[in-house]
């Protein structure tokens, strides 16, 4: 469903942040992205939707090639793909339901929705949604006046408003506690497992990702190292993904 | 750090201490600074007597009798002295020490049967030949005790001597009634209000031009506006050709639409029948509207067709209701002593305003649709045709675009210089444009995008800086040339200042602003549009407003000095004043002016913590 080919990404400064990276992606998977900090995680994920354009390479998604698309159908395909964030990305001046209804920019009429007019519909969906996560009661509050666990259960929120096929989440519980990052990795896995939408999230820590990751993909400074499930990540494939010196906790 | 003393190094310090004891004395004689003539006798002395009248604003008058007492007085004695007349007790005199004196010589003068606490000036009348009547030469100020009695010593002045009598006037005066707002006063209150109310239109007009142009000049917001050459081009051609289109169309309407005015009624039905037909027309249309990315070239023609219908049902709109304002003003009252007369003027003048930016405002509207249509079909030229027809098309507009863009700025530059040669204006500008657009098009591959949006914040930035450098006050003598003196042209000036200020510092807090939200409303398939009113203009909200009342602050102090060049406000007032040496009635414009300022000063401050 998902394609990349020979994806490359080199910043203007010169940095090159991915290296000749392939690997698909089946629908309804659960895949994983590891690597240390600044091994190109957030690259490859910015660069599937194109919040970063790619240097070189292909992203055919649904058969359709990405990297080709024009600026109004790279519209469509970005509504079809939600995205979750480390630090929640929620405009903090507005309300939660605002920010939930934010998810239905791609669908809606613009001049309407820039005037903060939203159909009925959308508006029960955005608070079914809220409910789903269970923070119905927070819509009305501002979104800065929520906990960064709540918070980042509205960026859910909003991804899931995209009815999307696919949601990228960047590092979605690098700034949560231990428990709360359960809690919002189990949303992830409800909404994979129960509404069937593929999951590619970066994460960090490897219970993590054996916990709730059908497939594992690790960079190692732009390079892809690993390309399968989990469990077959042994001492020396973890080395070579983390480095030498590198010691398994937990 | 170590320092090491070496004779180079004292010398290098020696020269440096010279060199900047030269740079001063320079500086001390182009700025003329002259101690000696701060302690000149003359000049110390009209210090003190400027210093002492803004001491005493005028802001009370009283009203006063006054009465004159005058005797005969011979400058000069004649041989053989003078007699001293009988004076008249019955009612105030003034006897004096001698009938007669030298120039500059001292006498004391009496007075008696004043009123009690009367006070007032003792004059010399000399003759004159010029005057008739005698010229009055100050010689002193008299204070009369509660009985009405008075001794003053007296210099008298150097005159020329005169064999006959010249004379003494001595002025009483007493208040009678309390104390008056005085007329001073009066004015500045007029003239205070003025002021406030012409920084407060220049904030709010010029406030709603830059917040607009402010997007257009952030950088983050531009740096992503990037456009294949096609549709570069494809729109500066559709803008020109659009701005013509609203011109022509409002001058149409408002030539057909004219006779219906004459019936209030028919103005009155169609400023309603208009609005409600756009409103349905509009809301038809967006709810028929097809996604973006699936238009044919055939619906985005219908697309257009459809907007240029619901502009003219807007601009039809606009000018009924304009019309219907002035008729409904000219119902009014047209009284101007009833109070709510000023009403009446507001309802003329918002008329007369809607009627003056309907072509302006149809010309840009207009000028935005044809640019974006042609934008469109430029931007499918380069998404689906073959890349070799594609560059074959490019090839041919660019320079058509180029040719037309070059003859345009060049018309423009014609206004100034009056060239009145086709050559410069026409043909150079066409061959020259068409070649740029020829090499351009050549030089570009097919699908490579421009970063247009850093080129016009680029150009929007200069103007921006360029516009602020000049200070309100040069601007408004510019106004002052063309709407005439007063606080009109004040407004303007201050206006077009707070435009260019306030689109820089409100550009600098989006660019500013956190780029994650930015990205996530993007990535949820948001427009441009959609992106700002959801990610940016949120975050903005504070800033913005501390900024305009910031600027609001700034211009109630502008707007004090503005008249000093004819902008109108206090300032021309104090100007006045000062000129005629009124320097009583200048404190009293001093004065509302520091009240003021110091008000608005309180007010930006504590508004500003609220709401940032
Ligand atoms: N906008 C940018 N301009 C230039 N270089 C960048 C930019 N963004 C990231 N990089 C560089 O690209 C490399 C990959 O960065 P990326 O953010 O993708 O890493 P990451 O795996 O997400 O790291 P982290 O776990 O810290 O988020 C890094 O070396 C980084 O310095
Ligand atoms: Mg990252």
């Known amino acids: 469903m998902l394609e990349i080919k020979n994806l490359s990404k080199v910043y203007d400064g010169g940095v090159q942040a991915l290296k000749n990276v392939s690997f698909s992606v089946e629908q309804g998977e659960f895949l994983a992205v590891i690597g240390l900090s600044g091994s190109g995680k957030s690259t490859l994920l910015r660069c599937i939707n194109r919040l970063i354009e790619p240097t070189n390479g292909q992203i055919v998604w649904d058969g359709q090639d990405v990297t080709a698309a024009s600026q109004d159908e790279m519209r469509l395909v970005r509504r079809k793909i939600g995205m979750v964030f480390q630090h929640f990305n929620l405009v903090t001046r507005s309300k939660v339901i605002t920010n939930v209804l934010a998810g239905r920019l791609g669908y809606v009429n613009p001049l309407m929705s820039a005037l903060n007019r939203f159909p009925k519909g959308d508006i029960e969906k955005a608070l079914s949604q809220l409910d789903r996560v269970g923070i119905k009661e927070q819509a009305y509050k501002r979104a800065d006046e929520l906990s960064g666990g709540q918070q980042q259960r509205v960026g859910i929120a909003r991804a899931m408003m995209q009815e999307p096929a696919m949601i990228l989440a960047d590092e979605p519980v690098a700034s949560l506690d231990p428990v709360l990052a359960h809690s919002i990795m189990q949303y992830l896995e409800k909404i994979n497992k129960e509404d069937g939408v593929t999951v590619l999230c970066s994460l960090h820590f490897l219970d993590l990702v054996h916990r709730y990751a059908d497939r594992a993909i690790a960079l190692n400074g732009g390079v892809l190292m690993f390309d399968g499930p989990p469990n077959k990540i042994d001492d020396e494939k973890f080395r070579e993904i983390y480095g030498k010196d590198a010691e398994r906790v937990g | 750090m170590n320092k090491k003393s070496s004779p180079i190094r004292s010398l290098a310090v020696g020269l440096a201490t010279l060199l900047v004891l030269v740079v001063f004395a320079y500086g001390f004689s182009v700025t003329n600074i002259n101690f000696e003539e701060t302690r000149s006798e003359r000049r110390v002395a009209s210090l003190t007597r400027i210093l002492r009248a803004l001491a005493?604003?005028?802001?009370?008058?009283?009203?006063?009798?006054?009465?004159?007492?005058?005797?005969?007085?011979?400058?000069?004695?004649?041989?053989?002295?003078?007699?001293?007349?009988?004076?008249?007790?019955?009612?105030?005199?003034?006897?004096?020490?001698?009938?007669?004196?030298?120039?500059?010589?001292?006498?004391?003068?009496?007075?008696?049967?004043?009123?009690?606490?009367?006070?007032?000036?003792?004059?010399?009348?000399?003759?004159?030949?010029?005057?008739?009547?005698?010229?009055?030469?100050?010689?002193?100020?008299?204070?009369?005790?509660?009985?009405?009695?008075?001794?003053?010593?007296?210099?008298l002045p150097n005159r020329q001597v005169r064999a006959e009598p010249q004379a003494i006037r001595v002025t009483g005066r007493v208040r009678v009634g309390g104390p008056e707002i005085s007329r001073e006063a009066q004015i500045t209150w007029e003239k205070i209000v003025e002021t406030v109310f012409m920084a407060l239109l220049a904030t709010t007009f010029g406030t709603m031009i830059a917040i607009p142009i402010s997007f257009f000049a952030a950088r983050n917001l531009m740096a992503e506006v990037r456009t294949p050459l096609s549709n570069l081009s494809l729109s500066l051609i559709g803008w020109p050709l659009g701005i013509g289109l609203g011109i022509k169309i409002s001058q149409l309407l408002s030539a057909w639409l004219t006779p219906l005015f004459?019936?209030?009624?028919?103005?009155?039905?169609?400023?309603?029948?208009?609005?409600?037909?756009?409103?349905?027309?509009?809301?038809?249309?967006?709810?028929?509207?097809?996604?973006?990315?699936?238009?044919?070239?055939?619906?985005?023609?219908?697309?257009?067709?459809?907007?240029?219908?619901?502009?003219?049902?807007?601009?039809?709109?606009?000018?009924?209701?304009?019309?219907?304002?002035?008729?409904?003003?000219?119902?009014?009252?047209?009284?101007?002593?009833?109070?709510?007369?000023f009403i009446r003027k507001f309802i003329f003048q918002v008329g007369d305003i809607v009627a003056m930016f309907v072509p302006v405002v149809a010309a840009l509207v207009s000028g935005g649709i044809l640019g974006g249509f042609f934008g469109k079909i430029g931007q499918m030229i380069s998404d689906k045709l073959p890349p070799a027809r594609g560059k074959i098309l490019t090839l041919i507009i660019t320079p058509i675009a180029g040719a037309l863009i070059a003859v345009l700025i060049m018309q423009g530059v014609d206004w100034f210089y009056e060239f009145n040669n086709p050559a410069i204006t026409l043909q150079w500008p066409a061959i020259t444009g068409a070649l740029t657009g020829l090499v351009l098009a050549i030089i570009t591959a097919p699908k490579q995008s421009l970063p247009v949006g850093i080129v016009l914040y680029g150009i929007i930035r200069t103007i921006l800086n360029g516009t602020r450098s000049i200070e309100a006050l040069v601007m408004a003598i510019v106004f002052v040339a063309w709407v005439g003196l007063g606080p009109f042209a004040g407004a303007l000036a201050l206006a077009l200042h707070t435009v260019a200020s306030n689109a820089k510092l409100y550009s600098e807090q989006v660019e500013s602003i956190l780029q994650g939200p930015l990205e996530a409303i993007q990535s949820t398939g948001a427009n441009r549009l959609q992106t700002i009113v959801f990610a940016v203009v949120p975050q903005i909200i504070p800033p913005y407003i501390s900024y305009t009342m910031y600027r609001w602050d700034i211009n109630v102090r502008m707007s004090t000095i503005i008249g000093f060049v004819g902008g109108g406000g206090i300032g021309f007032i104090l100007q006045q004043n000062i000129n005629l040496l009124n320097y009583r009635a200048a404190s009293v414009n001093m004065l509302a002016i520091a009240i003021v300022v110091a008000t608005m000063d309180y007010i930006s401050s504590v508004l500003r913590e609220k709401y940032v």
Request: hydrophobic share 45%.
């Open chain 2, 56 to 155: 005493h604003p005028k802001i009370f008058d009283y009203q006063f009798e006054s009465v004159n007492v005058e005797i005969p007085f011979y400058l000069g004695c004649p041989e053989g002295g003078v007699e001293v007349p009988d004076v008249d007790r019955s009612g105030a005199f003034i006897l004096t020490s001698a009938g007669c004196a030298e120039p500059k010589g001292t006498i004391v003068i009496e007075g008696h049967n004043f009123q009690g606490n009367s006070s007032g000036p003792i004059n010399f009348i000399g003759f004159s030949a010029e005057a008739p009547e005698g010229v009055l030469l100050q010689v002193g100020n008299f204070q009369a005790d509660a009985q009405g009695n008075f001794q003053v010593e007296v210099t």
């Open chain 2, 262 to 341: 004459n019936s209030m009624a028919v103005t009155f039905i169609g400023a309603i029948i208009f609005p409600v037909l756009g409103f349905l027309f509009i809301k038809w249309r967006v709810s028929k509207q097809k996604e973006d990315a699936e238009l044919q070239f055939s619906d985005r023609l219908v697309n257009l067709l459809y907007t240029l219908v619901a502009l003219i049902l807007a601009i039809a709109s606009i000018l009924f209701l304009g019309k219907l304002l002035l008729q409904v003003g000219s119902y009014l009252t047209p009284n101007k002593e009833v109070p709510l007369y």
